[in-house]
């Protein structure tokens, strides 16, 4: 492949125009068909323009169906871009690249005089690499992509060329594509493949020293995000993009974080570093033609002894730091990472193969950090020994035991920051996800007295009759009742939302039922289950705690009911999803992924079910360390830890149910400790929209029943 192609140009940037952020609403909302602006989403639009104007950070709780997109985006293009978005999910990501931004363009383009540009900014990763693509054969032996095994030793010659195939597709590909950004490859290849043909940035010499860096695809997405009015990326990459002082990110003013109660968990992701074993033997076979037989075999003893290490510790956090075994392979790995480091020496211009020099070194410098900062044994990390179930990938893991003090450092400092969600506001208070974000939070203020009323009265399920989740007559639009909470230059709002949840749902808790004490789906909650199900006849979404109780939820309805069964794992799960929709009297069942990724509007999904509350498990090593640092501090682990991860992951499993104006159901939990814990309950059910509140199991099985007659 030649290095003659030149890299797609980038359009001059042009400023914004004078329009208010509001009147940019109006003429996107406008350009829609019957489209109204929502009173959330007005409330919102302009406070994002007043935190535009004062500099101060905004937390905004706007709930489902607020169009909350818009809210941020017309604001944003009062602003000398670019303006960064950044989400969590890659469906949020679509939805605004693919939609949401081209009818924005398109809307308010006869307002500010010109049409405002946009680009899509991700990781290296994800864009096609023209050196290793030149390379890609020779590259990674390890890959074996034209080596595939066969059971017993002879090379399956069908999976070579299968395998084969797609990367000479990949070299087709590369002298169509304008962007080299895999999304846009239709069918798509293996991981196996891709990651033969792409460069993740710890190996990137960088474009001066690279032959290809002039048509680099990566390099020309952060151009053409330089030059935009707005930049969509993702939580992930703005997350290293803290980490390594904010040089990725295009500079801007304002940063638009959508589905913020994820980002601290990105950001800690981000953070984390691992050891395996066979990562250390890919990184000696790629240094091997570098360096001196003696110094690769110090590499290769080093990661024999982590293998050994990794066999005898068991799973889980390391409380009383690392054991001896593990302890002398990081010292042995440090040792020898730190000496082939050495031999290979620094990256020159006239070297003969830089690219692959600079992978060498980078993937063994990543190795001794790591090493050395397990063998730290810092108070602010927390390291654990991971060993997957079925036994094929042992890891060393270390990781951040908090990020509050990374966000408050990084994130706000030079830019307004909008961190919007529709679960802020945990309790009812912002002050939990606001620390959390590296934000100080005082007390919050007390809530007017109809504000309490309301919330009261949505908690207790006084004053409403069920009925009407079999009618939406009347609906109106549901309004915040979250107290504003504010900071030292921050502040917060909860714009409510457009459904009214008290008549078009109830929230049911079987409080009969005894405290869930095993693991799986107890037999009484296996019971409840039939019961509300079959009410229904089908339309049920189940959000289980563990695979087995969704493993035996499933068993249990096929061998008593004849309704489809869809279980998470026995298909590709947007095939699941889609059969969902499809199949009117269907079930699907599963766990935590469903819990946020599912969007069903409609009657296909009337029944939404939760096994327990989703407190995190005693054996997730980084929540339990936090628990504990609580704890030793003289505070409740429980409470400060895990009661928040529970409120963000119910609400959000409970929001499956209302996705449209039109949708009526249940949400049924089956933990009765949502009810009967005088503690955490009553917080929990703060953080929840405000259904219809019983815990009277007739009047539960009665709406589903009088759903499934309508």
Known sequence: MSPSRTA??????????????TELLAAAVGAVPGGATRPGQ??????????????????????????????????ALTVDGPVVVSTATLALQSQL????????????????????????????????CLARLDSSVE?????????????????????????????????????ETA????????????????????????ECVGASRCPFGQECFAEASRARAREADLVVTNHSLLAVDMLAGRHIVPPHRLLVVDEAHELADRVSSAAQAELVPELIDRSTRRARPLLRPDHADRLTEAGDALAVGLAEAPAGRLTAGLPPALREACTLLDSATRAALEAIGDVKADDPDPVRKQQAKAVLDELSTTAQRLLEEGDHDVAWVEKPENGSRRA??????????????????????????????????????????????????????????????????????????????GSRAAIGTVPATEGPGWRSLDVGSPFDYARQGILYVAAHLPRPSVSGLPTAAGEELLALVGALGGRTLGLFSSRRAAQQAAELLRARTD??????????????????????????????????????????????????????????????ARAAAVDAGGGSGFAAVSVPIAAVRLAQGVGRLIRATGDRGVVAVLDSRLETARGYGPFLRRS???????????VARGALERLAKS
């Open 179 to 202: 962007t080299g950004d895999r999304d846009e490859l239709d069918p798509g290849v293996d991981d196996q493949v891709w990651r033969s043909v792409s460069m993740p940035a710890r």
């Open 396 to 473: 060393l893991v270390v990781a951040p035991l908090s990020v509050a003090g990374t966000l408050a450092t990084h994130l706000y400092d030079e830019r307004t920051v909008v961190a919007t969600s529709a679960t802020l506001a945990l309790g009812g208070r912002f002050d939990t996800v606001a620390r959390a974000l590296g934000l100080d939070a005082p007390p919050p203020a007390p809530p007017s007295p109809a504000a309490a009323a309301a919330a009261t009265a949505a908690a207790a399920g006084r004053g409403t009759d069920p009925a009407p989740v079999a009618s939406t007559e």
């Open 8 to 21: 797609t140009p980038v359009p001059k940037k042009r400023r914004s125009g004078r329009a208010s952020g």
């Open 563 to 624: 309704l489809p069964v869809l279980l998470q794992g026995e298909e590709a799960l947007p095939l699941l999803v889609r059969r969902f929709r499809q199949e009117r009297e269907s079930c699907l069942f599963g766990v935590m992924s469903l819990w946020q990724g599912v969007d069903v509007p409609g009657d296909a999904c009337q029944l939404v079910v939760i096994d327990r509350l989703p407190f995190p498990r005693p054996d997730e090593p980084l929540a339990a």
């Open 139 to 175: 590259d990674e032996p390890d890959d074996a992509l034209f080596d595939a095994p066969r059971p017993g030793g002879t090379k399956w010659l069908g999976e070579a060329g299968r395998l084969g195939k797609q990367v000479q597709r990949l070299r087709d590909w590369a002298e």
């Open 42 to 75: 007005q409330l919102m639009a302009e406070a994002i323009e007043r935190s535009i104007a004062s500099g101060e950070h905004l937390l905004v709780q706007a709930g489902t169906g607020t169009g909350k997109s818009l809210a941020y985006l017309a604001p």
């Open 688 to 698: 929840l929209p405000p259904f219809w509140y019983t815990t009277r199991p007739e």
């Open 97 to 128: 690249v693919d939609h949401d931004l081209p009818r924005l363009a398109d809307a308010v383009e006869p307002v500010l005089g010109r049409r405002p540009t946009f680009a899509v900014l991700k990781g290296r990763h994800h864009y096609l």
